[in-house]
């Protein structure tokens, strides 16, 4: 009998959002932003699945146990008038990290780019994350050191929809 672990890629499915969500509370964990995650099962059903579905997801299994998952959406560049492909999260379990998994969903996800005609492939890492700074590095990315996100959320976001 065999011990060795398959992996496979597929797209999410309903039944796996009760997976997604509680790998997003990790990784929010991980990232020390716990505190910001107001996100219920029902609100990403209704992201991944819901009448006007707003990002995908694609998971990775481990023997047909989900182990890691990636949500991404597409944005636009006016620069190349392209769609581009934007990865909100990728996450894997901590037990399964160091199999090459992360490399496989990145890979998978940049497949999609191309089969969908991107022009971009882009994601965010916070700077403190020095091992996956180095990770996407190896992979090819580039860390753009002149750009910062800006953010407005909450009443910040109510207020500036309302200004005058």
């Known amino acids: ?9 597929r797209p999410a499915q309903p039944s796996d ?13 991980f990232e020390k932003l716990e505190h ?5 099962e029902a609100m990403l059903h209704d992201g991944l699945f819901g ?19 990636a949500l991404f959406f597409h944005n636009f560049s006016t620069f190349l008038t392209k769609k581009g492909l934007y990865l909100e999260d990728l996450y894997v379990l901590q037990s399964h ?11 998978r996800l940049a497949q999609i780019a191309v089969e969908r005609n991107c ?3 882009e994601w965010s890492v916070l700077d403190w994350n020095e091992p996956a700074i180095q990770f996407y590095k190896a992979m090819g990315a ?13 009443d910040t976001l109510t207020a500036l929809a309302e200004r005058r």
């Open 142 to 154: 580039d860390i753009l050191p002149d750009w910062r996100i800006c953010r407005v959320t909450g």
């Open 17 to 29: 959002v009760a997976h997604i969500y509680g790998m997003i509370v990790e990784l929010a964990v």
């Open 97 to 107: 990290r160091g199999k090459g998994y992360g490399t496989q969903m990145l890979k």
């Open 51 to 69: 009448v006007r579905p707003s990002c995908e997801a694609i998971i990775g299994e481990e023997n047909g146990k989900v182990v890691a998952f």
């Open 119 to 121: 022009g971009r492939f």
């Open 36 to 40: 910001l995650v107001v996100a219920t």
């Open 1 to 9: 009998m065999s011990t060795e672990s398959v992996f496979s890629i």
